[in-house]
């Protein structure tokens, strides 16, 4: 009983915690996407998004290789917010904040 009540106390705990935490990723995550730059290069955002602890899915099943497409996302946040990163070469042309 002792360890059945001692479990409802951490997960009581972790249930008012996690959402704090959840939302100071989405800030985070939403500050990250004002910082980007236009015309910033794409060796600048996967340094500054390793800085920040933000996860960058680049989508590499695009056929022109000039244009391409990111998504950047916190690691322990379940909402479906993400920053969405096009940039062409090089170079970051434009970021966004959208719900997937």
Same mark, same amino acid.
């Given at each position: 009983?002792?360890?059945?009540?001692?479990?409802?106390?951490?997960?009581?705990?972790?249930?008012?915690?996690?959402?704090?935490?959840?939302? %100071?990723?989405?800030?985070?995550l939403?500050?990250? *996407?004002?910082e980007?730059?236009? =015309?910033?290069?794409k !060796? =600048?955002?996967?340094?500054? $998004?390793? !800085?920040?602890?933000?996860?960058?899915?680049?989508?590499?099943?695009?056929?022109?290789?000039?244009? %391409?497409?990111?998504?950047?996302?916190?690691?322990?946040?379940?909402s479906?917010?993400? *920053?969405?990163i096009?940039?062409?070469? =090089?170079?970051? $042309?434009?970021?966004?904040?959208a719900?997937k």
């Open positions: 009983m002792k360890i059945f009540v001692n479990l409802l106390q951490i997960m009581l705990i972790a249930g008012m915690v996690y959402p704090v935490y959840a939302m %100071w990723n989405n800030d985070q939403s500050n990250f *996407c004002v980007l730059k236009s =015309n910033m290069t !060796q =600048n955002l996967l340094d500054m $998004a390793d !800085q920040k602890n933000i996860k960058i899915n680049l989508d590499l099943d695009n056929i022109d290789e000039l244009k %391409w497409q990111a998504s950047a996302s916190v690691p322990a946040s379940f479906s917010y993400s *920053c969405q096009s940039g062409m070469g =090089n170079r970051v $042309a434009s970021a966004k904040m719900a």
